[in-house]
């Protein structure tokens, strides 16, 4: 597998992690009751702390006449940003469970 495969490969599955995220806060917005405006904002400080790095990323994507060193912070970046999405869905679907309960308790 060439670099160039590589690269798409991974920006393949960054995208898929964030749209997957992103599905599964706008469901959890639907599904959320009138008092989930705390849990609906502690999710939406996560996912545009995670868009900031995007951002950053692609702006980085964009402008190939970057260094070695910031192509391999980009690389960083993009790991990081895989695991802040990994966070946000298990924290959207602790948050989800939370909301369960409280219907069934209530």
Known sequence: MSDSSSRRTARAAVWGILLGGAVG?????LTAPEEGRR????????????GAKVASVVDDALHPEASDEARRDGQALVADA???AQRIR???DALIGEMRQTRQAG
């Open 82 to 84: 895989e695991q802040q």
């Open 25 to 29: 806060f706008v469901l959890g917005l």
């Open 90 to 92: 298990e924290d959207i």
């Open 39 to 50: 849990i609906r904002r502690r999710v939406a400080y996560h996912l545009d702390r995670v």
